[in-house]
């Protein structure tokens, strides 16, 4: 299994492999494009020469800001969601003893678990929590009874709703046309 998220190898693969990576990236998926967030962790790594939950949550604040910021900046509110990484690391060092992969792992938790356990991670609320239990679903190998039900909708099979479902360039095109048609029907009901 391999992630085609980001349209680059390297942070596709990392994403892959750490699932520290994948759970920042989720984080950082909010007002900017996907391919943006999901690539975010590659530049966090490179520039803070690690990915370690413990590491990063005890980084000084104001140089991983600093880290956020510099070009090609990791997200478009640098300060704010480079607070928001560092709670997050905090929370995984603090309640899965630094192992992200833990809160899908550790006795063997049903789709409702995991749901409700990242719902009470900083910055993932249920919409977000939802998207990330079906890419966990649907891309990442997790198999625990009920993932799709307390996902929904975004563990619909053959659904292009979010990131869950990019695989290729031609899904991330109709996961973006999805999106753009919910944001239109949202300023027509306005």
Do not use: N
């Not at 704010?80 to 992969?101: F, H, K, N, P």
């Amino acid at each position: 299994m391999t992630l085609h998220i980001t349209g680059d190898a390297a942070a596709d693969q990392l994403l892959t492999d750490d699932p520290l990576a994948l759970l920042i990236g989720m984080l950082l998926d909010q007002q900017v494009a996907m391919e943006t967030a999901f690539a975010g962790p590659l530049k966090i790594a490179e520039r803070a020469g690690t990915l370690d939950a413990s590491a990063l949550a005890s980084f000084d604040p104001d140089a991983f800001a600093e880290l956020f910021k510099a070009t090609p900046a990791v997200h478009r509110f640098p300060g704010s969601m480079a607070g928001r990484v560092q709670a997050l690391c905090a929370a995984i060092e603090q309640d899965w003893a630094g192992d992200a992969a833990a809160i899908w792992r550790r006795d063997e938790p049903d789709g409702p678990t995991v749901l409700k356990r990242l719902k009470t991670l900083p910055g993932f609320g249920e919409q977000k929590a939802k998207i990330f239990l079906a890419l966990l679903g649907k891309q990442y190998g997790f198999t625990g009874d009920g993932w799709r039900e307390a996902s929904a909708p975004y563990g619909e099979d053959g659904s292009h709703r979010s990131v869950a479902d990019i695989v290729s360039p031609e899904s991330l095109a109709l996961v973006r046309e999805h999106k753009r048609a919910v944001k239109a029907a949202a300023k027509e009901k306005a």
